[in-house]
């Protein structure tokens, strides 16, 4: 993971990715382009209390979650797939992106806190 200012690898690698057609690539872009601070964050099931609390410390400390197809502001989303509990998690500013990680080290990768110097516990 780079520490470029203008996001994560992730995030480039996704907006870089062929999604199938030009309206998928658009939607893709619309629906990342103010969240560049996109980590892989292990939360379990969309339904399961892990989730639960995560939107919540989220919530709280950054409001509502966005939802950029809605025309929904905010300063956090999580993408809209969950694959064997690893959910994508955009951040607006790189600062939120570091408190997340230092709150719930063991939900981020390890590579993902060294790339970003955040203790992990």
């Known amino acids: 993971m780079s520490k470029a200012e203008n996001g994560t690898d992730l995030h480039r690698r996704v907006l870089a ?3 199938g057609s030009e309206s998928r690539n ?3 872009r ?12 292990q939360t379990d099931s969309p339904g399961c209390d892990k989730y639960r609390e995560m939107c919540e410390w ?9 939802s950029p197809i809605h025309s929904i502001p905010g300063e956090w989303q999580f993408g809209g797939a969950t694959i064997d509990g690893w959910t ?3 951040f607006a500013e790189k600062a939120d992106m570091l408190a997340f990680i230092e709150a719930w ?3 981020v990768p ?3 806190r060294l790339a ?3 203790p992990n516990d």
């Open 17 to 19: 990715h062929d999604h």
């Open 26 to 28: 658009e939607l893709v």
């Open 30 to 41: 619309r629906v990342w382009a103010d969240h560049p601070w996109v980590i892989d964050v």
């Open 58 to 66: 989220l919530h709280d400390r950054f409001g509502r979650q966005a």
């Open 88 to 90: 994508w998690l955009g």
């Open 105 to 107: 080290p063991k939900s």
């Open 110 to 112: 390890q590579e993902t």
């Open 116 to 118: 970003w110097a955040v």
